[in-house]
């Protein structure tokens, strides 16, 4: 493999694994409190779920979207996550939210699964079905449109299926060994990452699709092409640092409330 | 009823998530992008770069309000 290649694969990889340990510690949590069976039917489920989504998506993009279309919807719903991503990262960073925990998120849905009412269904626990079913399927499309993206910007789509695939098999593995949440990933680190790769491949394709609206309906194109995408990381990067820089201070001098007063 | 608010509320998680102000600042930024377009205001590659920029600024001041909302 070329160097790009390490470097599109290590992308999705870090991205999918972050999204895959999220998924893991919501049905370690179900399994572990309300039933594995249920917990585990809502997983294969999601999975089936994700694979229908993905053929669909695949064709409908594949076959009749053009291609600035594609990067619009798919580039805008990029850059909310990678934003949204970012946004937590600088206050965690700044001191004015918790740092996240995968055995704090752990106690909360495991708090919630205790005390949630018995519902059953075709023999399944319906709240540990349901809440399985609807973390890994969420989380599964994040993964989905991180590969579509990071794939096709780089115009490998096989390696960056097969870094998505390589996380996901290896938070798996490591899941089932410990039957535990993996607190030990230094998920705010990787998060913060991946939220800046996320916030840039997302501006990068979301302005150019925009060209959709344009007369010939051709995307835009960023001045420097590709190396566009480089400029636009080493802003977002900037920002942040200013950012957490300039909230530290006012911290310091109580001018906003410390940790865990920005709400989500 | 009940599935089409549960259906509704997955794709909102999923979309707006856990802040609604980063979705204005994103869609706020790329409606202005498109009507300069559509005005032929400037050319495509200028338009890119100021969409670069209005989607950084948008989201500095969703960051900066909620902030200043959370003051001691």
Do not use: C
């Not at chain 1, 609807?134 to 096989?158: C, H, N, Q, R, Y």
């Amino acid at each position: 493999m070329t160097g790009a290649a390490w470097g599109l694969a290590a992308a999705t990889f870090a991205a999918s694994f972050v999204e895959f340990v999220e998924a893991l510690t919501i049905v370690i949590a179900m399994g572990m409190t309300r039933s594995w069976k249920s917990a585990l039917v809502g997983v294969g489920t999601a999975i089936l779920a994700l694979v229908a989504f993905t053929a669909a998506a695949g064709y409908a993009l594949a076959t009749w979207l053009p291609e600035s279309l594609l990067q619009l919807v798919v580039g805008t719903l990029l850059l909310i996550f990678g934003l949204q991503w970012l946004r937590k990262a600088i206050l965690r960073s700044s001191g004015l939210k918790a740092l996240h925990d995968e055995d704090e998120e752990f106690k909360e849905q495991t708090a919630a699964a205790k005390s949630a009412g018995e519902v059953n269904k075709a023999g399944l626990d319906w709240f540990a079905f349901v809440v399985s079913f609807k973390g890994v399927f969420l989380e599964g499309v994040e993964v989905v449109f991180i590969v579509i993206t990071f794939g096709l910007s780089a115009k490998d789509m096989p390696v960056a299926i097969l870094g998505a695939g390589a996380a996901g098999l290896i938070v798996l593995t490591v899941g089932v060994a410990v039957r535990r949440p993996l607190a030990m990933i230094p998920e705010n680190t990787l998060k913060y990452g991946v939220g800046l790769l996320l916030a840039s491949f997302g501006t990068y394709w979301a302005v150019e699709g925009i060209g959709i609206f344009g007369a010939g309906g051709e995307s835009l194109s960023w001045p420097g092409h590709d190396w566009a995408i480089l400029a636009l990381l080493a802003t977002w990067f900037l920002l942040s640092v200013a950012l957490v820089s300039t909230f530290r201070r006012r911290t310091r001098t109580r001018e906003i409330a410390p940790t865990a007063e920005v709400n989500a | 009823m009940r599935f089409l608010k549960g259906f509704g509320q997955f794709w909102y998680d999923f979309i707006i998530g856990d802040d609604w102000k980063i979705a204005v600042a994103v869609g706020l930024a790329l409606a202005v992008v498109t009507l300069a377009l559509v005005a032929g205001l400037t050319s495509p590659a200028v338009l890119t770069v100021v969409g670069g920029l209005l989607i950084v600024l948008f989201f500095t001041a969703s960051i900066l309000i909620d902030t200043r909302s959370h003051r001691s």
